[in-house]
């Protein structure tokens, strides 16, 4: 047993939870749940026993013994052993890491433990294997030494272990395996990458920083509230600064690289073929609607819900049934029989 404080690394910063409040008083409500008898509808205390169905028979476990079960490990974090470092993937990291360092807040030595730990495997350039979690449900993580960097400003690296988690053998799928020819496999040609990099050259941010973006889903649900608290009936504009930068894409230089870019990949006459392309289906949509009207017209001309209630739907021609279909965007497959069901429920017949 050793004490550590675990510190989470840089993660995503959620909306945080839902609080439910009275709709008159504005008190916060507090939930409960409750057992009722399916048979009496009297209210029951919670059930001390569980049951599973093997083999047609009802299997009973009692609420310790399903805890016991369910339990892989009696320990938050169980070593399981040492491994070298080059064995540990990049791929490997499964999730945000954490940082944990020791404290001897609840056992006394845990820091004299730990530093003797992580001296030897910075020394011997090697990883921990543990198990971490709840005894139910512990994840497999590495335990990777860091030492601590000190330079004139002050500390820039604190000592302590990075805890990465890592996937279990269900977690690694492999791609399914695609045979290729060396012929099939598209390459860029030497112009196609020289354009290709003029044109990152000119998008180039150069003074990057994640500092400058804020969430922009957090920041309108943050004006929405502020809205509400306030009482103010119009929401708040809020600056999307992950929108792409359109003065600057729109600078002559970066229009000629784009221009040049799309003019090596899909050649000089792409813009007129894709125009051609969109063209001819506004055509197909144009002959689409001309066929949509004209079955309108015709449709119009029969009072369909009197021919459904008189039973007559039966008595007109599948063409004419089938502009009723067409008028209304209905499917035209089928047999007469399906297509007259179709309208009957179209006109909820």
């Not at 139910?136 to 960097?149: G, I, S």
Request: glycine share 6%; charged share 25%; hydrophobic share 35%.
């Amino acid at each position: 047993h050793r004490g550590e404080h675990i510190c989470a690394n840089p993660s995503n910063c959620s909306r945080g939870t839902i609080t439910w409040l009275d709709s008159i008083s504005n008190l916060p409500l507090k939930t409960e749940r409750s057992f009722i008898c399916n048979d009496t509808g009297a209210l029951l205390q919670a059930p001390q026993e569980r049951f599973q169905l093997y083999n047609d028979k009802v299997v009973k476990f009692s609420v310790r013994e399903l805890s016991d079960v369910k339990r892989v490990s009696s320990h938050h974090l169980r070593l399981l052993g040492f491994k070298p470092l080059d064995c540990l993937k990049d791929y490997h990291n499964l999730s945000p890491s954490t940082f944990i360092y020791p404290s001897d807040e609840q056992i006394f030595g845990s820091t004299r433990v730990f530093v003797a730990l992580h001296s030897s495997m910075l020394r011997l350039g090697r990883f921990a294997l543990a198990f971490y979690g709840t005894p139910t449900r512990p994840r497999l993580v590495a335990l990777v030494a860091q030492e601590e960097v000190i330079s004139s400003s002050g500390q820039d690296e604190p000592p302590g272990m990075h805890m990465i988690y890592l996937p279990y053998s269900d977690d690694v799928r492999y791609p399914e395996e695609v045979h290729l020819t060396s012929g099939d496999a598209p390459r860029a040609t030497d112009e196609q990458i020289k354009k290709a990099s003029n044109l990152l050259r000119r998008i180039d941010l150069k003074h990057f920083s994640v500092s400058h973006f804020a969430n922009p889903g957090l920041q309108k649900h943050y004006g929405i509230l502020e809205a509400l608290a306030l009482g103010e009936d119009e929401m708040p504009d809020i600056k999307d600064e992950t929108l792409p930068d359109e003065e600057g894409l729109a600078r002559p230089g970066v229009v000629k690289a784009i221009e040049e870019f799309k003019a090596a990949v899909f050649g000089e006459n792409y813009d007129q073929e894709e125009a051609e392309a969109a063209a001819a289906k506004g055509g197909a949509s144009k002959k689409r609607k001309a066929i949509a009207d004209a079955a309108s017209q015709k449709s119009a001309a029969y009072d369909w819900a009197d021919l459904a209630d008189n039973g007559k739907l039966k008595d007109m021609t599948v063409m004419d049934l089938k502009t009723y279909l067409t008028a209304h965007g209905l499917a035209v497959s089928g047999k007469k029989d399906a297509i007259i069901s179709r309208i009957l429920t179209h006109l909820g017949k």
